[in-house]
């Protein structure tokens, strides 16, 4: 089991920008693959970054290139979203989730466990 907690979420104005954590604690996280999901409200949940095991290897959602940045810190246990240039689309309950993969997934059902979630809210 891999129980994840998320912190950082908030409300910000329109170009602001936040810094999600997931503190990830029960095994060994250097063995997963880590992914940030986000729902927005009467929306699907969707697909937002991935970092593989060892950090060298990311991949982003079109919405999100070039404005967020997936990161990890495998001695702390932690994976972090900075999330920069924010739009009220971002809008959303964000999630991270680990997968016993070694590049990761932009697939949700790729991935075991999951974060409870921190909401975002971004104001025009």
């Known amino acids: 089991q891999v129980q994840l907690v998320e912190s950082g979420g908030g409300l910000v104005q329109a170009g602001g920008s936040l810094r999600l954590s997931c503190a990830a604690s029960?095994?060994?996280?250097?063995?997963?693959?880590m992914g940030w999901f986000r729902q927005a409200p009467g929306k699907e949940r969707e697909f937002v970054a991935r970092?593989?095991?060892?950090?060298?290897?990311?991949y982003y959602a079109d919405s999100v290139k070039g404005r967020f940045t997936i990161s990890r810190d495998n001695a702390k246990n932690t994976v972090y979203l900075q999330m920069n240039s924010l739009k009220p689309e971002d809008t959303a309950v964000y999630y991270c989730?680990?997968?016993?993969?070694?590049?990761?997934?932009?697939?949700?059902?790729?991935?075991?466990?999951w974060g409870q979630g921190t909401q975002v809210t971004v104001s025009p």
């Open positions: 029960g095994r060994t996280f250097s063995n997963y693959a």
């Open positions: 970092i593989s095991r060892s950090g060298g290897n990311t």
């Open positions: 989730a680990a997968a016993r993969l070694l590049i990761g997934s932009s697939r949700s059902d790729e991935y075991a466990y």
